[in-house]
């Protein structure tokens, strides 16, 4: 059985925007130092995503549980690793060490297939934030995945998000070449220094699957 979490919700200093974020933490995380596990939701979804199987994770081991909306689906200009996207997982995690007495020296962050992507762009980015990283099945380069997903010159699903989130097709102008590589973690990763990244990729990931 697990318990019920709760939401609450911050507000970006970049364009005022409130962004919710779901959370549950031990009683003891208010005068215990209780690590801090951030869970990124996927590439079409949001913070109402289920993601309980790590809360359960969280449950057992006493860990403050963050489930963060940093935009929702990646369709939109500042969703896709965009600069407010990534401000939004840096204040969800404010608010949470504002909350709770946080152990600095375990602060996780970890997420699958977009969630991937955003967590390893986090690591590149932010890479003093975080005490390791799990990135599982993530596009690490945007224009990559695009050319990926169109067929015959025609953009299919995953591209004609990424579209929408950035604007135009990569190579469509300097600016937009410059916003693909922000918003993709392989230009950010040899910033990473000694944090701990793993990165975590199926075996059909890109070929059938």
């Not at 401000?87 to 977009?114: C, F, H, N, P």
């Not at 993530?138 to 067929?151: I, S």
């Amino acid at each position: 059985e697990l318990p019920e979490t709760e939401v609450a919700e911050t507000i970006s200093p970049l364009d005022g925007e409130k962004q919710p974020l779901l959370w549950w933490a031990p009683p003891s995380a208010t005068t215990t130092e209780t690590p801090l596990f951030v869970f990124l939701h996927s590439w079409s979804s949001d913070y109402l995503q289920d993601n309980s199987k790590w809360l359960r994770e969280c449950v057992r081991h006493n860990w403050i549980w963050l489930h963060p909306n940093f935009r929702g689906a990646n369709q939109t200009p500042k969703a896709c690793g965009s600069r407010f996207a990534r401000q939004d997982i840096l204040d969800a995690m404010d608010w949470a060490e504002r909350k709770w007495k946080v152990d600095q020296s375990r602060i996780y962050v970890a997420g699958v297939s977009g969630g991937g992507h955003m967590s390893l762009l986090m690591a590149g980015w932010h890479p003093d934030r975080f005490s390791a990283v799990s990135a599982w099945v993530g596009p690490t380069d945007l224009a990559e995945w695009h050319r990926f997903h169109t067929q015959n010159g025609k953009p299919q699903k995953y591209a004609k998000m990424i579209e929408k989130s950035l604007l135009a097709p990569p190579g469509a102008s300097v600016l937009i070449d410059a916003d693909y590589r922000e918003r993709s973690p392989v230009f950010h990763l040899s910033r990473v220094g000694d944090l701990p990244v793993t990165i975590w990729a199926g075996v059909e990931d890109g070929h059938s699957g």
